[in-house]
Nanobody, 118 residues
Framework: QVHLVESGGGLVQAGGSLRLTCDAS????????MAWYRQALGKQRELVAQ???????YYADFVKGRFTISRGNFGTTVWLQMDGLQPEDTAVYYC????????????WGQGTQVTVSS
């Protein structure tokens, strides 16, 4: 029903930047809340940022103004601009869509690896 594909990950030095892209298809509209999560090796998946239909956004505290989430005019593409990357940001980053039918259901992409060297 929903297909999400992430891209843009890679290896960067501490202090560097990356821009992640999520391309969405299926039952996605400009009103569908979408988010970026990340999961480091041996850790649980955690919310990084979320963007809503009105383009309001939520950011996890650990972002501290370093990351910016945005979406295209038709809501089918979501970006995560990551600046000031630190080694602790190393993780697989996943795109997420929350689709409400009978209940709110989460859909996930396969993830893109972000590695930050010291």
């Amino acid at each position: 029903q929903v297909h999400l594909v992430e891209s843009g990950g890679g290896l960067v030095q501490a202090g560097g930047s990356l821009r992640l892209t999520c391309d969405a298809s299926g039952t996605i509209s400009s009103l569908t809340p979408m988010a970026w999560y990340r999961q480091a090796l041996g850790k649980q998946r955690e919310l990084v940022a979320q963007i809503y239909g009105d383009r309001g956004a939520y950011y996890a505290d650990f972002v501290k103004g370093r990351f910016t989430i945005s979406r295209g005019n038709f809501g089918t593409t979501v970006w995560l601009q990551m600046d000031g990357l630190q080694p602790e940001d190393t993780a697989v980053y996943y795109c997420n869509a929350k689709v409400e039918s009978l209940a709110i259901r989460d859909y996930w992409g396969q993830g893109t690896q972000v590695t930050v060297s010291s």
